[in-house]
Structures are given as C-alpha cells and as structure tokens.
T-cell receptor
C-alpha cells in the first residue's frame, strides 16, 4: 500500500546537536510538507516543497532546514539554533503542486530534549 | 491573515450522545474547509471536506456544512461511539499564485467518549 513513512517514531536530541527526521512517500506525490504540532495547538507549517530541488519557508522555519533531492524524500533537520525543538513533527504530501486534493499525513515523529 | 478558531476542549460525552464541535474561520475569498481526525500517536486523517459555500461534507456519520454567512464549518454527529475518541482539527486551505497549497489549522479539540 502507498503511504508516507516517517522515522524514527521517537527521537531524542542533546543540547547543541542537529538531528534529522526522515520522511519518505511512495505515492508519487509532487508536493511535500513539514508541520510542527505542540500540545493544545494546531499544526504550524515549517517548510514545504512543490518540486524536486525546490522548497520554501513556512511560518516557523527558523532553526530548521530541509532538502528535496529526490521526489520521494523530504528530510527535516532540526538544528541547534532551534531552542525549543520538543514537539510532534508531521510530514504530509499532495499529488501535485497545483493540488486540489487533501493532504496525506505520516504518523509523525516525537522529538524530545535529553 | 487567515485563521481558524475551534471550540475549546476537552469535550467529554457519553456513548450515543449528539456531538457538535464548533469551527469558525477568518479568510479572504472562499477557502476550502476540512475536518481532520488524529488518533493517539498517529498522524492526521482526513474526515471530511467542503470546497464551496453550502456544501455538506460527510463521512462515518460525521457531517459539516460550509456556511459562508456565518464563516463556520461546525462538525456534528448524531450518535457518538467510544471509537470516536480522538483529537479533531478544523482547517482551511489556501492556494497562492504559484498553486502551492497551504493549510491553516485550528488548535484542535480533544473528544473523549465514555461507554
């Protein structure tokens, strides 16, 4: 079955460390997204990518970086510049960058600070 | 900017009770509207959607009607089950000039159904 796979499910970061969250999709979708979810809040957009080798900042991009070297992969790096990284991170995708379809979501990665 | 406001939770009901979760939005134009559901430890699943005024989205006994005059998209279900316990998110979708889709989410409403 096609879908979005996020890994790991749980991740721990030490102070001053960069960590990378994986997002892979086998849906052949063009557009991919990263969201951050904090308790009691909705999802906030970090970065999105409409096509390979192109991505744009979302509403809360500071302290994060992404790459889109392959259509099926959109990894998110949480850098040491992100001072409050503890959150649930969700990856999503869309069939086309001019999509009119709802986004598909992965099952998320929960990041905590050691 | 665009925003979505949901009824604050948590909401606790007994099985077979009637459910309403309020959602109102602020946006220019007529965005598409969605309800997503999130079960514990999982990502979001689309529950229903409406793309224009007066559209009614429905799925699994849940319904919501796109009300332009009140800028609302309230979620309803006539008889809830324990398995409906989850967090529910209302969202609107905007597309920019380049066709990129962005979703704006409400803060989520946690629903617990007791047997």
């Amino acid at each position: 079955d096609g879908g979005i796979t996020q890994s790991p499910k749980y991740l721990f970061r030490k102070e001053g460390q960069n960590v990378t969250l994986s997002c892979e999709q086998n849906l052949n979708h063009d557009a991919m997204y990263w969201y951050r979810q904090d308790p009691g809040q909705g999802l906030r957009l970090i970065y999105y990518s409409q096509i390979v080798n192109d991505f744009q900042k979302g509403d809360i991009a500071e302290g994060y970086s992404v790459s889109r070297e392959k259509k099926e992969s959109f990894p998110l790096t949480v850098t040491s510049a992100q001072k409050n990284p503890t959150a649930f991170y969700l990856c999503a995708s869309l069939p086309g960058y001019r999509g009119r379809q709802p986004q598909h979501f992965g099952d998320g990665t929960r990041l905590s600070i050691l | 900017g665009d925003s979505v406001t949901q009824m604050e939770g948590p909401v606790t009901l007994s099985e077979e009770a009637f459910l309403t979760i309020n959602c109102t939005y602020t946006a220019t134009g007529y965005p598409s509207l969605f309800w997503y559901v999130q079960y514990p430890g999982e990502g979001l699943q689309l529950l229903l959607k409406a793309t224009k005024a007066d559209d009614k989205g429905s799925n699994k006994g849940f319904e919501a009607t796109y009300r332009k005059e009140t800028t609302s998209f309230h979620l309803e279900k006539g008889s809830v089950q324990v398995s409906d316990s989850a967090v529910y998110f209302c969202a609107l979708r905007r597309q920019n000039n380049q066709g990129a889709q962005k979703l704006v989410f409400g803060q989520g409403t946690r629903l617990t159904i007791n047997p």
